[in-house]
């Protein structure tokens, strides 16, 4: 007889066990018998995949939020607004010809510019061979503001000659305005800059300046 049923026999005649003896072995019993039976053996192995599977379940629910997270935050910085440069004509030009009313084009050496306008200053220095072989020339500099509506200039200091006439001269054109219009038609600036006599429009590629009935020269943009 094996320690097991002598146990159970001992449990079902009471002897030599007292009663304290015979309820813990039938405790003992019942435990045995739990972990022994089909349906306990069958649930055991269940415990682990559940556990397995609902953390799984819940990485992947994380993984999925953090996709969300990461796609909003693309988009949000995509939407926002970058701020608009204001209008500008700052640059340095170089005077590439002069078309004069009769249709004669002249080009350097014949006629020799470069302009230069930056951060509210401006330096202008021109030389032109005229017909009789003299030479006319202008070097000014200046101030200048610039806005979608309004252009202002002030000329510090200049020197012309055979320019507006005979000899030389540093006397600037007399002003009553420093400012004038700015009117904005595809893409291109045009006013006239006071004293000047001149109408201006400028463009990505840079500006044509046109005297009345005499002359348009033609400005390309160099940096």
């Known amino acids: 007889m094996s320690s097991l049923d002598l146990a159970y026999y001992s449990f079902r005649t009471g002897t030599p066990n007292h009663a304290l003896q015979r309820q813990r072995l ?6 045995w018998s739990s972990l022994t039976s089909p349906a ?32 909003w935050a693309v988009h949000s910085e995509v939407a926002t607004p970058v701020p608009l440069s204001p209008p500008s004509i700052d640059g340095t030009y170089e005077l590439t010809e002069r078309v004069m009313a009769n249709g004669t084009v002249l080009r350097p050496p ?5 302009y230069t306008m ?7 220095n021109l030389f032109v061979k005229n017909a009789d072989g003299t030479i006319a020339s202008e070097s000014s500099v200046g101030r200048y503001t ?3 509506d309004k252009y202002c200039e002030w000329i510090v200091y200049t020197i012309r000659n055979n320019l507006d006439k005979p000899g030389a001269t540093n006397e600037a054109p007399a002003v009553t305005d420093h400012c004038a219009p700015v009117s904005l038609k595809d893409g ?22 046109k005297i009345g009935g005499e002359f348009v020269d033609h400005w390309r943009k160099i940096r």
Not at 54 to 64: H, P, T, Y
Not at 110 to 114: D, G, K, M, T
């Open 146 to 148: 610039f806005s979608a």
């Open 118 to 124: 930056a951060d509210g200053r401006f330096s202008l």
């Open 40 to 71: 306990s053996v069958t649930e055991l192995p269940l415990v682990r995949p559940m556990k397995t599977t609902l953390f799984a379940s819940g990485v992947a629910s994380d993984l999925i939020l953090l996709t969300a997270l990461a796609q």
């Open 110 to 114: 014949s006629i020799v510019a470069l």
């Open 188 to 209: 291109r600036f045009s006013f006239s800059p006071p004293g000047e006599g001149v109408e201006v429009s400028f463009g990505a590629e840079g500006f044509t300046a």
């Open 26 to 31: 039938a405790m003992d019993l019942s435990c």
